[in-house]
């Protein structure tokens, strides 16, 4: 079942749902979704120091980027990063959700999740974003930006 905006502010008055630094629900909330922004903090592949991706192997193949300030990040065509939700997301045991793109975001050709948009019960935490630039030309994306919907 998807819960309807209604039903996800009951849900959050009753702490089912927290949200940490707490939406505007004016602006975030929609009909079924709450939009959730950006975080700082990047994860670039060192594709120049990695010849591949060795699932059998235990290997660090990003570097951690933390931007400053209102400083964007470039997601250059074919890139593929990943990235946080500003938020702290925490779901009750008895709830479970999923991260959307936004469409405005879409249209710039940006995705947001390739496979990992299942938000597990009891989920708490940052969200991780794999994000992936599928179109022709470089999007900035800045840190408090709304870049996903919860669902």
């Given at each position: 079942m998807i819960l309807s905006d209604k039903e996800i502010?009951?849900?959050?008055k009753e702490g089912k749902i927290t949200i940490k630094p707490t939406p505007d629900f004016k602006?975030?909330?929609?009909?079924?979704?709450?939009?959730?922004?950006?975080?700082?903090e990047f994860r670039l592949f060192n594709h120049s120091q990695n010849i591949v991706i060795d699932p059998r192997k235990k290997?660090?193949?990003?570097?951690?980027?933390k931007l400053e300030?209102?400083?964007?990040?470039?997601?250059?065509?074919?890139?593929?990063v990943l990235g946080i939700t500003l938020e702290n997301v925490s779901i009750d045991?008895?709830?479970?959700?999923?991260?959307?793109?936004?469409?405005?975001?879409?249209r710039m050709g940006i995705v947001v999740h390739s496979t990992a948009g299942h938000v597990n019960p009891g989920w708490k935490g940052k969200l991780t974003l794999e994000i992936s630039?599928?179109?022709?030309?470089?999007?900035?994306?800045?840190?408090?930006?709304r870049i996903c919907q919860l669902v």
């Open positions: 502010k009951k849900y959050f602006s975030q909330l929609s009909g079924a979704s709450l939009d959730l922004k950006l975080g700082k290997a660090e193949y990003t570097k951690l980027i300030n209102n400083e964007p990040f470039v997601v250059h065509p074919g890139e593929f045991n008895s709830l479970c959700s999923r991260i959307d793109g936004k469409s405005s975001i879409g630039n599928i179109g022709r030309m470089p999007v900035l994306l800045y840190p408090g930006m």
